[in-house]
Protein backbone atom coordinates (compact mmCIF):
# COMPACT_ATOMS: atom_id res chain seq x y z
CA UNK A 1 0.00 0.00 0.00
CA UNK A 2 1.23 2.93 -0.58
CA UNK A 3 0.05 6.85 0.68
CA UNK A 4 0.17 10.06 -1.44
CA UNK A 5 0.76 13.23 -0.56
CA UNK A 6 0.13 16.38 -3.36
CA UNK A 7 1.66 19.96 -2.78
CA UNK A 8 3.21 23.11 -4.66
CA UNK A 9 -0.62 24.40 -5.62
CA UNK A 10 -1.39 28.21 -5.19
CA UNK A 11 -2.46 31.25 -6.60
CA UNK A 12 -0.37 31.86 -10.11
CA UNK A 13 -1.38 34.23 -13.19
CA UNK A 14 -1.65 32.85 -16.86
CA UNK A 15 1.30 32.15 -18.27
CA UNK A 16 3.11 31.55 -15.21
CA UNK A 17 4.63 28.26 -13.71
CA UNK A 18 4.04 26.00 -10.81
CA UNK A 19 5.66 22.99 -9.40
CA UNK A 20 3.66 20.04 -7.75
CA UNK A 21 4.81 17.58 -6.06
CA UNK A 22 3.52 14.01 -4.81
CA UNK A 23 4.82 12.58 -1.84
CA UNK A 24 4.71 8.77 -1.45
CA UNK A 25 5.11 7.09 1.34
CA UNK A 26 6.47 3.14 1.58
CA UNK A 27 9.26 1.55 0.30
CA UNK A 28 8.06 0.13 -2.54
CA UNK A 29 7.25 3.94 -4.28
CA UNK A 30 9.24 2.70 -7.53
CA UNK A 31 6.76 -0.67 -7.86
CA UNK A 32 4.33 2.01 -9.18
CA UNK A 33 3.42 3.46 -11.96
CA UNK A 34 2.06 7.28 -11.44
CA UNK A 35 -0.45 9.79 -12.74
CA UNK A 36 -1.57 12.89 -12.24
CA UNK A 37 -5.41 14.10 -12.73
CA UNK A 38 -7.78 17.05 -12.41
CA UNK A 39 -10.91 18.37 -11.44
CA UNK A 40 -12.32 21.78 -12.53
CA UNK A 41 -15.23 23.54 -10.95
CA UNK A 42 -18.14 21.62 -12.40
CA UNK A 43 -16.47 19.47 -14.90
CA UNK A 44 -15.31 15.58 -14.94
CA UNK A 45 -12.18 14.21 -13.69
CA UNK A 46 -9.35 14.34 -16.51
CA UNK A 47 -5.86 13.18 -16.96
CA UNK A 48 -3.49 14.86 -17.24
CA UNK A 49 0.15 12.90 -17.19
CA UNK A 50 1.35 9.63 -16.47
CA UNK A 51 4.68 8.30 -15.81
CA UNK A 52 5.95 4.57 -15.60
CA UNK A 53 7.51 2.82 -12.55
CA UNK A 54 11.45 3.35 -14.03
CA UNK A 55 10.72 7.31 -15.74
CA UNK A 56 11.14 5.69 -19.03
CA UNK A 57 8.34 6.21 -20.38
CA UNK A 58 5.75 9.16 -19.99
CA UNK A 59 1.91 10.22 -21.47
CA UNK A 60 0.18 13.58 -21.44
CA UNK A 61 -3.25 14.48 -21.99
CA UNK A 62 -4.07 16.98 -25.24
CA UNK A 63 -4.41 19.84 -23.32
CA UNK A 64 -1.37 19.56 -21.46
CA UNK A 65 1.14 18.37 -23.98
CA UNK A 66 4.19 20.86 -24.61
CA UNK A 67 3.25 22.87 -21.59
CA UNK A 68 3.52 20.33 -18.98
CA UNK A 69 6.15 17.97 -17.96
CA UNK A 70 5.80 15.05 -15.46
CA UNK A 71 8.68 12.98 -14.01
CA UNK A 72 9.92 11.21 -10.51
CA UNK A 73 12.91 10.66 -8.21
CA UNK A 74 12.20 7.09 -6.70
CA UNK A 75 15.50 7.56 -4.25
CA UNK A 76 13.41 10.37 -2.73
CA UNK A 77 9.83 8.84 -3.26
CA UNK A 78 8.31 11.63 -4.49
CA UNK A 79 6.48 12.68 -8.30
CA UNK A 80 6.76 16.25 -9.90
CA UNK A 81 4.42 17.93 -12.09
CA UNK A 82 6.27 21.07 -13.91
CA UNK A 83 3.44 23.13 -15.25
CA UNK A 84 4.31 26.00 -17.70
CA UNK A 85 2.35 28.51 -19.80
CA UNK A 86 -0.42 28.00 -17.51
CA UNK A 87 -4.00 29.04 -18.75
CA UNK A 88 -7.00 30.05 -16.77
CA UNK A 89 -8.36 26.91 -17.89
CA UNK A 90 -5.68 24.72 -15.73
CA UNK A 91 -7.64 26.40 -12.87
CA UNK A 92 -8.35 22.33 -10.92
CA UNK A 93 -7.89 20.41 -7.94
CA UNK A 94 -4.73 18.28 -8.88
CA UNK A 95 -4.69 14.77 -7.42
CA UNK A 96 -1.87 12.18 -8.10
CA UNK A 97 -2.55 8.33 -8.51
CA UNK A 98 -0.59 5.18 -8.49
CA UNK A 99 -0.90 2.28 -9.88
CA UNK A 100 0.74 -1.67 -9.55
CA UNK A 101 -0.55 -2.94 -12.64
CA UNK A 102 0.33 -0.84 -15.94
CA UNK A 103 -3.02 -0.14 -17.97
CA UNK A 104 -5.33 -0.37 -15.00
CA UNK A 105 -7.44 1.79 -13.13
CA UNK A 106 -5.33 3.89 -10.32
CA UNK A 107 -5.50 2.15 -6.84
CA UNK A 108 -4.57 4.79 -4.42
CA UNK A 109 -5.25 8.93 -4.99
CA UNK A 110 -4.36 11.45 -3.12
CA UNK A 111 -6.13 14.28 -1.24
CA UNK A 112 -5.28 17.28 -4.14
CA UNK A 113 -3.97 20.05 -4.26
CA UNK A 114 -5.99 23.39 -5.81
CA UNK A 115 -3.71 24.78 -8.77
CA UNK A 116 -5.78 28.68 -9.52
CA UNK A 117 -4.77 30.40 -12.20
CA UNK A 118 -5.98 34.12 -12.89
CA UNK A 119 -6.15 35.69 -16.68
Known amino acids: QVQLVESGGGLVQAGGSLRLSCAAS????????LGWFRQGPGKEREFVAAISRNGDNTKYGDSVKGRFTISRDNAKNTAYLQMNSLKAEDTAVYYC????????????WGQGTQVTVSS
Open 26 to 33: GRTFSSYG
Open 97 to 108: AARLVPITKYDY
